[in-house]
Nanobody, 116 residues
Framework: QVQLVESGGGLVQPGGSLRLSCAAS????????MGWYRQAPGKEREFVAT???????NVVDSVKGRFTISRDNAKNTVYLQMNSLKPEDTAVYYC??????????WGQGTQVTVSS
């Protein structure tokens, strides 16, 4: 079973920056997609960004130009660099790992709070 360990969340002022990390461990092989989703209080979980093993990236429009997703395949780790943070970015951020059609793994989430 693949396990995900997230880190990097915290409290930051509007306009600040934060970098999230998610390390995957376990039976990892072949092509996969790793990424980030977030869930604000009273809201549904929403897509933020994903990146494949080969480097193909998708990012939600609301964070384009501010967030950058990257990965280190040797370490099976995905990162989310968040710049110019806004209060509306406040949410629990969940790491996600997908492989093939049947493997879909979630991290337990890390809190990001953007507030003055």
């Amino acid at each position: 079973q693949v396990q995900l360990v997230e880190s990097g969340g915290g409290l930051v002022q509007p306009g600040g920056s934060l970098r999230l990390s998610c390390a995957a461990s376990g039976s990892i092989f072949g092509f996969n997609t790793m990424g980030w989703y977030r869930q604000a209080p009273g809201k549904e979980r929403e897509f933020v960004a994903t990146i494949t093993t080969s480097g193909s990236i998708n990012v939600v429009d609301s964070v384009k130009g501010r967030f950058t997703i990257s990965r280190d395949n040797a370490k099976n780790t995905v990162y989310l660099q968040m710049n110019s943070l806004k209060p509306e970015d406040t949410a629990v951020y969940y790491c996600n790992f997908r492989s093939g059609f049947r493997t879909n793994i979630w991290g337990q989430g890390t809190q990001v709070t953007v507030s003055s």
